[in-house]
């Protein structure tokens, strides 16, 4: 008897011995999602190519919170070129789940090159920041709306309005 006793702690023992070595998984990556966004446009002597990795960590169903990367190459023939990228950081807030409401916070280092056939090459190399509201429809993992730049500067030559139509997409 006495040794059945003790094979019955000894077992119980080493089975809550191995409860506790098991370690809760972290949910973590279970709310990070990752998208943003791309851009094309060709035509005749213009390029406008842009792309925009971003990551979002959803805190709940209603807020999340963002980071991304972000570089554009533009150029008109004989005309101008630019390359811009830098770092940004967003906010998102769904109050229900067809709407969007944003915050981003935008910080871009801009080397452009102007060329005048009578006046030569024009360098403007510049850090801009950007703050933009945005609002937008939301279905699934796609919002598309406008934001509208709280810090715009006409006379950088960034963005040619403060108002931009956008679409997020996030997997």
Same mark, same amino acid.
């Given at each position: 008897?006495?040794?059945?006793?003790? %094979?019955?702690?000894?077992? =119980?023992?080493?089975? /809550?011995?191995?409860?506790?070595? $098991?370690?809760? +998984?972290?949910? !973590?990556?279970?709310?990070?999602?990752?998208?943003?966004?791309?851009?094309?446009?060709?035509?005749?002597?213009?390029?406008?190519?842009?792309?925009?990795?971003?990551?979002?960590?959803? %805190?709940?169903?209603?807020? =999340?919170?963002?980071? /991304?990367?972000?570089?554009?190459? $533009?150029?008109? +023939?004989?005309? !101008?070129?630019?390359?811009?990228?830098?770092?940004?950081?967003?906010?998102?807030?769904?109050?229900?789940?067809?709407?969007?409401?944003?915050?981003?916070?935008?910080?871009?280092?801009?080397?452009?090159?102007?060329?005048?056939?009578?006046? /030569?090459?024009?360098?403007?190399?510049?850090?801009?920041?950007?703050? !933009?509201?945005?609002?937008?429809?939301?279905?699934?993992?796609?919002?598309?709306?406008?934001?509208?730049?709280?810090?715009?500067?006409e006379e950088k030559m960034v963005y040619t309005?403060?108002?931009?139509?956008?679409?997020?997409?996030?997997?």
């Open positions: 008897m006495f040794i059945l006793l003790l %094979l019955i702690g000894a077992f =119980s023992k080493l089975y /809550g011995q191995t409860d506790q070595e $098991v370690k809760p +998984k972290s949910d !973590f990556w279970k709310q990070v999602q990752f998208g943003g966004g791309f851009g094309l446009s060709i035509g005749t002597g213009f390029t406008d190519i842009t792309l925009a990795p971003n990551a979002i960590y959803n %805190l709940n169903q209603y807020i =999340s919170l963002g980071a /991304g990367l972000q570089g554009s190459i $533009v150029s008109q +023939k004989d005309v !101008f070129s630019s390359i811009i990228y830098g770092v940004n950081a967003i906010t998102l807030f769904n109050p229900v789940e067809e709407v969007q409401l944003s915050i981003e916070l935008e910080q871009v280092r801009v080397n452009n090159t102007f060329r005048n056939p009578t006046t /030569g090459t024009k360098k403007d190399d510049f850090w801009n920041t950007g703050l !933009f509201i945005g609002g937008g429809y939301r279905m699934e993992n796609v919002t598309m709306g406008i934001r509208y730049n709280l810090l715009y500067n309005d403060a108002m931009m139509p956008f679409i997020r997409v996030y997997f």
